[in-house]
Structures are given as structure tokens and as C-alpha cells.
T-cell receptor
Framework: EAQVTQNPRYLITVTGKKLTVTCSQN?????MSWYRQDPGLGLRQIYY???????DKGDVPEGYKVSRKEKRNFPLILESPSPNQTSLYFC???????????????FGPGTRLTVT | KQEVTQIPAALSVPEGENLVLNCSFT??????LQWFRQDPGKGLTSLLL?????REQTSGRLNASLDKSSGRSTLYIAASQPGDSATYLC???????????FGKGTRLHILP
């Protein structure tokens, strides 16, 4: 079954304690993204990757890091989490080029992060 | 900077009615526009994708149109059902930098 998986689904942590949220897709997609979703602000792209070893900042990259060492995995790293990073996080993947008729974004189930 | 706007933010309609959701964007330099559905506490499910060269796409009771020059897309839902209640989001994939920008969504409630 084609899917994007994220772990953990729920996480409560304390300010400053480094954490990693994993994302993996089994569709051999080139493009992968991380988003955060906040009430009143909608979904905002944090980082994206066009392929292995290629990552770019989205609209809200501050306080986050990513890596793309393998095509299927795109972990999101919070080196020193702060309360303003409390949010619902989504990972997504798609095939490129975006003009392809088979282009479509597939989303993971989300990770709800609380930083106290 | 691209801005994607969805109006209205919330909408309630009786079951069986046809309805239109709107999405507008300020920068027409897009590869495509995608419509999603999100149920409360869940992830996003893709509904329809329209490439910038296309005018519309249809899937079942859903029809999405795109007017790139005027920066508008609509999602038409025919014969609405209570199961259509959800938040509907649109997103554009920029051809300048490959960023993806979402609107804030329209929360739809179909009244039985």
C-alpha cells in the first residue's frame, strides 16, 4: 500500500530537548516536504527536498533542520525545541516533475508535538 | 510573495445542494493547483489536481476549475452529502522555487 508514515504520532517534550520526527515514503517519490499546521495560520511549508542531498527552506524554516540521505526518508530535527514549535506536523511526498500527470501530494497522518 | 486565499472560511449548507468553494492566488507562476480534504484530527487527502495548462478536472461529484490568468480556482460539489463535511484546502506548487503554498481552508458543514 502506497503510504507516508510518520513517527511518533504524538510527542510531549520539554524546552531544549533535541528531538527527531521521522518520515518515510514507499512510493519512490523525489519531492518530500514538512509542514506545520496551526489554528488561524493554516499549513505552512517548513522545508522541502527535491531529491537526495537536496534540501531547501520553505516559508517557516527557523528552528528546524532536515536531511535527505536516502530517497525514502526525510527526518525533521528540532535541535532545541521551544513552546512556539508546539504544532501539528505533516510530512508529504510527491513525484516530480510537478507538470507530470502522475504528480500528486501524499500526506502522512501527522505528528502532534507539544513543547512545554 | 504568493498569497493563497480561500473564501468563505466556513460554510453550512443543507444536504442535497450544489456548492462552490473558492481559492484565489496572487502569483500566477504556478505549476499546478491541488484541492485537498481534511477531516478533523486527520491528514490530508488529495481530491483533484489541475495542471497550469488545464482548465478543469472532474472526479465523481467534484469538479475543479482553474483560471490561471485571473488567479482563481473553484471546487464545485454536486448534490452535497453529510459525509462531505470537512475542511477543504487548496495548494499551489510554485514554478519559481518549487515551494508549495496552502490556503487556510474552508470548513464545510452539510446539514442533514
Amino acid at each position: 500500500e502506497a503510504q507516508v508514515t510518520q513517527n511518533p504520532r504524538y510527542l510531549i517534550t520539554v524546552t531544549g530537548k533535541k528531538l527527531t520526527v521521522t518520515c518515510s515514503q514507499n512510493m519512490n517519490h523525489e519531492y518530500m516536504s514538512w509542514y506545520r499546521q496551526d489554528p488561524g495560520l493554516g499549513l505552512r511549508q517548513i522545508y522541502y527536498s527535491m531529491n537526495v542531498e537536496v534540501t531547501d527552506k520553505g516559508d517557516v524554516p527557523e528552528g528546524y533542520k532536515v536531511s535527505r540521505k536516502e530517497k525514502r526518508n526525510f527526518p525533521l530535527i528540532l535541535e532545541s525545541p521551544s513552546p512556539n514549535q508546539t504544532s501539528l506536523y505533516f510530512c508529504a511526498s510527491s513525484r516530480i516533475p510537478p507538470t507530470s500527470t502522475s504528480y500528486e501530494q501524499y500526506f502522512g497522518p501527522g505528528t502532534r508535538l507539544t513543547v512545554t | 510573495k504568493q498569497e493563497v486565499t480561500q473564501i468563505p472560511a466556513a460554510l453550512s449548507v443543507p444536504e442535497g445542494e450544489n456548492l462552490v468553494l473558492n481559492c484565489s492566488f496572487t502569483d500566477s507562476a504556478i505549476y499546478n493547483l491541488q484541492w485537498f480534504r481534511q477531516d478533523p484530527g486527520k491528514g490530508l487527502t488529495s481530491l483533484l489536481l489541475i495542471q497550469s495548462s488545464q482548465r478543469e478536472q472532474t472526479s465523481g461529484r467534484l469538479n475543479a476549475s482553474l483560471d490561471k490568468s485571473s488567479g482563481r480556482s473553484t471546487l464545485y460539489i454536486a448534490a452535497s452529502q453529510p459525509g462531505d463535511s470537512a475542511t477543504y484546502l487548496c495548494a499551489v506548487h510554485m514554478n519559481r522555487d518549487d515551494k508549495i503554498i496552502f490556503g487556510k481552508g474552508t470548513r464545510l458543514h452539510i446539514l442533514p
